[in-house]
């Protein structure tokens, strides 16, 4: 063969091989042998997709994305900025325009957790399929489908797209998510001060502020803005400890992130959020945990001597349970215990084929699904279907505990929000909506994340060795400084 022919042919053969070699790589083939679980083998990166070549359209498209993201994330937790009752939010738009432009560039990251990305695809296919088997033999099939695509796109879409982009990148997302749950408690909270719910009900729902006065602000439901308030706390710890933000706002965020839990008077979620919030700060910081405590309490103890006003609901279902009234002063709904109930009778026959997709509802007394997301998931999907998401739930778990295991003070930000995700599906029917993955996923792929080392030069070095730095403040990755 002539040597020309034999080049062109080197030339041909080796982008097939290499091309077919990442995708190996991606599914897993070499993956696993990264020494931490869940790792994006492709890290580390100093921004998304830097390994790439560039070009004036490819920076260019990587821009838009980028900002197609960060809007997504900033608005993620708006459950009710949405086309009246169809579950497609603002920010699921802006997420889907993201995740198109990475599969039309051959970009979406197909194993998000590396390793463990095959147990987590089996996981949801195990409890999807229990879902459509059960929904097959007692429900309506087009019900089924359109769940299973709200969980595809939770559950799949959003960590592969979360994955595809690089470490500064994720940490502008969490910067934004804290950003937009503070913006969303603002908004609500000077609302309901000038407004009550017949304001506010025609324009922004019944749940923007409820009959009673509790806040579920733009998420929609007072109970899940307790959860997202204590998501951004929970996240803005790990804000705080990488200096990804002004230190003025994050005290202005934290403030305004207390407030609305306050106003969301949810006993429950002002438990579990204060708990995750308290495990954190005893992990991370546990010499200055125990000052900062008493520092609380004796801030709100001046606070409440003072006078000053606290939210009614707060003060009429919070802490009339916290002062010895019992779970009755809480305003819990009475019927939830009783469809838990029902639920539970129900599940010895639902064991192998459950009553398929929202057949609870149809058969409960109380025309009510189970806010119990496992129970329901039992009744519904049968045991297999729960054996799934338990196995989702158990691989955040091993993930987030494996990283507490290699860095103890970036780890402990995934489990408090682990912590408040697993207390909170026992209060909650089906769990497919955005704001209740986002947080998860950002937190497991941005905090457990090896960061990518800043190369320096010789001279900054002998300058910082001089003044014995350990830090050089060029080296902040500072965002909002």
Same mark, same amino acid.
């Given at each position: 063969?002539?040597?020309?022919? =034999? ?10 091989? *290499? ?10 083939? &070499? ?34 994305? @980028? ?14 900025? =949405? ?12 997420? +889907? ?6 599969? *039309? ?63 500064? @990148? ?41 009959? &009673? ?14 959860? &997202? ?26 403030? %305004? ?16 959020? %204060? ?8 992990? /991370? !910081? ?10 609380? %309490? ?7 001597? #003072? ?31 009783? %469809? ?10 639902? +064991? ?6 929202? *057949?609870? /509802?149809?058969? #409960? ?9 496992? +129970? ?20 955040? !778990? ?11 003070? =970036? ?19 089906? &769990?497919?909506?955005?704001? !209740? ?18 190369? /320096?030069?010789?001279?900054? =070095? ?5 003044? *014995?730095?350990?830090?050089?403040? #060029? ?7």
């Amino acid at each position: 063969m002539p040597r020309a022919a =034999r080049h062109q042919g080197q030339a041909i053969a080796k982008p097939a091989f *290499g091309r077919a070699a990442q995708i190996l790589y991606q599914f897993g083939a &070499m993956g696993t042998l990264q020494n931490h679980y869940g790792f994006d083998p492709r890290t580390p990166r100093h921004d998304a997709w830097s390994e790439m070549p560039s070009s004036k359209a490819t920076v260019s498209l990587d821009k838009v994305l @980028t900002v197609f993201l960060l809007i997504g994330v900033f608005s993620v937790s708006w459950h009710i900025v =949405r086309p009246g009752n169809l579950n497609f939010t603002i920010s699921d738009a802006a997420f +889907l325009m993201v995740v198109l432009g990475l599969v *039309g560039t051959a970009r979406l990251n197909l194993a998000p957790f590396a390793g463990l990305s095959a147990a987590w695809l089996f996981s949801l296919i195990l409890m999807l399929s229990s879902l459509f088997v059960s929904t097959l033999v007692n429900g309506e099939i087009t019900r089924w489908l359109i769940v299973a695509l709200q969980y595809s796109f939770a559950y799949l879409l959003l960590p592969m797209m979360f994955a595809s982009f690089g470490h500064r @990148t994720l940490q502008r997302c969490v910067v934004f998510y804290v950003l937009g749950v503070t913006f969303s408690q603002a908004v609500g909270n000077i609302a309901n001060i000038f407004f009550d719910y017949a304001d506010t009900a025609p324009y922004l729902g019944n749940n923007f502020i409820t009959g &009673m006065g509790r806040l579920g602000a733009f998420s929609g439901n007072a109970n899940n803005n307790s959860a &997202m308030a204590g998501f951004a706390l929970v996240l803005l710890f790990y804000v705080v400890d990488r200096r990804l933000m002004n230190p003025l706002l994050s005290v202005i965020c934290a403030l %305004l992130l207390l407030w609305g839990l306050l106003s969301s008077a949810s006993f429950g979620g002002f438990v579990i959020c %204060l708990s995750a919030s308290a495990l954190v700060m005893l992990v /991370r !910081w546990p010499h200055r945990a125990v000052v900062a405590f008493l520092a609380i %309490l004796a801030i709100g103890a001046a606070y409440m001597s #003072s006078g000053l006003p606290l939210p009614a609901p707060f003060e009429q279902r919070v802490l009339g349970a916290l002062s010895g009234g019992g779970l009755e002063e809480a305003g819990t709904f009475t019927g939830r215990m009783e %469809l838990a109930e029902e639920a539970w009778r129900m599940a010895g026959d639902t +064991l192998v084929v459950g009553l398929g997709t929202d *057949g609870f /509802r149809v058969v #409960s007394m109380h025309q009510a699904p189970v806010h119990v997301f496992p +129970l329901l998931l039992l009744t519904e999907a049968g045991l297999l279907g729960l054996i799934g998401f338990i196995a989702l739930l158990g691989l955040m !778990w091993f993930r987030g505990l494996s990283g507490i295991s290699d860095n103890p003070q =970036r780890g402990i930000i995934c489990i408090g929000v682990l912590l408040i995700f697993s207390l909170f599906t026992l209060t909650v029917p089906h &769990m497919y909506a955005r704001l !209740w993955l986002a947080p998860i996923f950002l937190a497991l792929l941005s905090c457990l994340q090896k960061e990518p080392i800043q190369a /320096r030069s010789r001279s900054s =070095r002998e300058i910082e060795k001089k003044r *014995g730095a350990d830090v050089p403040k #060029s080296d902040q990755l500072g965002i909002f400084q």
